[in-house]
């Protein structure tokens, strides 16, 4: 089931970043101005973050497995739209829908959470986190691929296909999972108010994966765009081996898991974070030839990635260590929390490359984490 869970979530996840590579081709397509590239990204995670807030609730009061293949079903529908539109808005409105039925993912993680033993929670969600964080940095150089062999359509097809597969695979592999419930809706909506006001760990998990999560998706918003520049030149064959090479700090979230369950969340973060400022560091304080550039922003994506995954991680550990009957709303307030960063620094990177280049880019993606540093300086311990 551990398997399932991982698998799943990676191929849901993988849904809000297949675009993300492909912004040039896509915004030629449609006659997308070049400036506002960046909504590709950004309305897919403002979707995405829609959905958290009032779709992943309702884990905490519907039948679970029947939720997240309904989800499904739209995402696949939304997924097809987005490969037979011509039109710039049609197809930002498509993403917008990829992004709310997307939300599956973090109905499937509290599911994992509530089938483990408490004693193996955090290294049970560690190594479903990992098919997700592979699903969203493999995601990258599938959609590259496919968009070199076939065109950027297919990919979207091809998605389209799978998530509807993965819908009926889950409906009949899935048990069910009906929660106690006692709220209506409403009620359920106006308590995650209450949980973020008397919830502190919410509140600082979620403002340092905000951060990093930000610096992730500026990141990896305006690096093909620099790759595929004059600077670089390479091909959407070569973006998906660089993006392929990132596929590697994954490895951070069974390590940080196992790590959480041990007590050692503090000095995860701060690893973490550590990390996520490193990442930046090293491309503004190297410049040589553009072999010596690209081998520094293929160590820049794997470190930047373990810091996020890690974080990711050591966050989720803590909010399942809550209890169970508020799971879903504390998980979905805390990835829409983080994933509002995302927006933020998909939107600013997208801006910042149009207008002061790739050093403009590279000093938005530090000041990220160097927030979340200052953030945590102020954790006690």
Known sequence: MVWLFAIA??????????AQTLIGPISKATGLDPGAAGLIVTLT????????????????????????VIALLVTALALLAASVTSSANLFLFACLCIGLGSVAAQIVVPFAAHLSRPETRGKTVGKVMSGLLMG??????????????????????????????????????????????????????????????????????????????????????????ELTGPHFN????????????????????????????????????????????LAFILPLAIHSTPLVNLGVLVATSIILDMGVSAN??????????????????????????????????????????AAHGWTGVLWTGLAFPVIALCVFATERK
Not at 46 to 65: S, T
Not at 160 to 183: C, D, F, Y
Not at 332 to 350: E, K, N, P, T
């Open 312 to 353: 990711l991680v050591t966050g989720q550990r803590a909010i399942f260590a809550l209890p169970a009957e508020i799971r879903s709303r504390l998980n979905g307030l805390y990835m829409a929390l983080f994933f509002m960063g995302g927006a933020i620094g998909s939107s600013l990177g997208g801006w910042m490359f």
């Open 136 to 225: 969203i940095m493999l995601a990258r150089p599938v959609s590259s691929v496919i968009a070199d062999a076939l065109g950027w359509h297919a990919i979207f097809v091809l998605s389209a296909i799978s998530t509807a597969a993965l819908a009926l695979l889950l409906r009949a592999k899935l048990p069910q999972r009906q929660p106690e419930g006692g709220m209506h809706y409403f009620e359920l909506l106006s308590s995650m108010w209450h949980l973020l006001k008397t919830t502190p760990v919410l509140r600082r998990r979620a403002a340092y994966q905000g951060c990093m999560f930000g610096a992730f998706s500026l990141f990896w918003t305006c690096v093909s765009l």
């Open 45 to 68: 995670q403002i979707g995405y973050c829609i959905g958290l807030l009032f779709i992943v609730p309702l884990g905490d009061l519907l039948e679970n497995r029947r939720l997240i």
């Open 9 to 18: 979530t990676g191929l849901i996840v993988a849904n809000l970043y297949y």
């Open 234 to 277: 390479i091909s959407q064959t070569g973006v998906a081996i660089f993006a392929l090479v990132g596929v590697a700090g994954a490895i951070a979230s069974p390590i940080a898991g196992h790590r959480a369950d041990q007590g050692k969340s503090r000095s995860n973060t701060l690893i973490a974070l550590m990390l996520g400022a």
